[in-house]
C-alpha cells in the first residue's frame, strides 16, 4: 500500500518566500508588519504560511538570519579581496558602512533597536552575527600588527563608526556624509 502524504505539496519557493518576508520587515519593521501584509508581500497562503514557517516571529528570525549570514558573507569577500591587511579591513567596512538600501538603513540595526530588549532569540542572531565582524576585524587587525587589546577596541570603534555611518543615511544625511565617517574610521587603522 502506497504511503501518502498528508496535505497538498507546496507550491512556492521558500527561499524566495522568506526574501520578500525580509525585504518587508526592512521597509516597515517588525511591529508594523502585518500578518497580511507578510502573506501578500510573500505571495502564500495563511495555512501555507503556518506549515511552514510557523508564525511571524519565526519568519522574522530565518529572515534575520538570513541576512546576517549573507552581509558577513560579503565583508569575508571584501577581505578576501584585499592585497594587504589594511585594504581588506578598508573593503569590510565599506560593506558594513554602507546600507544597499540607505533610506531604510541596516535591517540588523532597525530590527536589533526595536526588538532585541524583549526577543531573546534576535539578541542570540545578534551577538552571533556581531560576533562574526568583530572576530573577522580583530583577525585583520592583528594582521596589521595591533596588539590583541588594540585590535578588540579598534574593532568595537569600528563597527560603532560603519553603524553610525548607516543610520545617519537612514536619517537623512548624505552619502558624502557617510563617506566621511568611514575615511575617519579607516584613519584608526594608522
Not at 536589533?112 to 531573546?120: G, I, N
Not at 565582524?133 to 560603532?160: E, H, I, K, N, Y
Request: aromatic residues 6%; contains cysteine.
Amino acid at each position: 500500500m502506497a504511503k501518502r502524504n498528508p496535505g497538498r505539496p507546496r507550491i512556492f519557493d521558500e527561499d524566495d518566500a522568506l526574501r520578500r518576508a525580509t525585504d518587508l520587515f526592512w521597509e516597515k519593521g517588525y511591529a508594523a508588519a502585518s500578518l497580511d501584509d507578510l502573506l501578500a508581500a510573500m505571495g502564500i497562503a495563511r495555512s501555507s504560511f503556518y506549515s511552514t514557517f510557523g508564525s511571524k516571529q519565526k519568519v522574522l528570525w530565518a529572515a534575520l538570519a538570513l541576512y546576517t549570514g549573507e552581509l558577513v558573507e560579503r565583508m569575508h569577500e571584501a577581505a578576501a579581496a584585499g592585497t594587504t591587511p589594511r585594504r581588506a579591513l578598508t573593503a569590510v567596512l565599506a560593506v558594513a558602512g554602507c546600507s544597499v538600501r540607505p533610506s531604510q538603513g541596516c535591517l540588523f540595526v532597525n530590527i536589533a533597536t526595536e526588538l532585541a530588549p524583549t526577543d531573546a532569540e534576535v539578541r542570540r542572531i545578534g551577538r552571533a552575527y556581531l560576533g562574526e565582524v568583530d572576530r573577522l576585524m580583530r583577525s585583520l587587525l592583528r594582521q596589521c600588527g595591533f596588539t590583541a587589546r588594540r585590535a578588540s577596541d579598534t574593532s568595537a570603534a569600528l563597527m560603532a563608526l560603519a553603524t553610525g555611518a548607516v543610520a545617519l543615511r537612514k536619517a537623512g544625511a548624505s552619502e558624502e556624509r557617510a563617506r566621511a565617517m568611514l575615511r575617519v574610521a579607516a584613519q584608526l587603522l594608522d
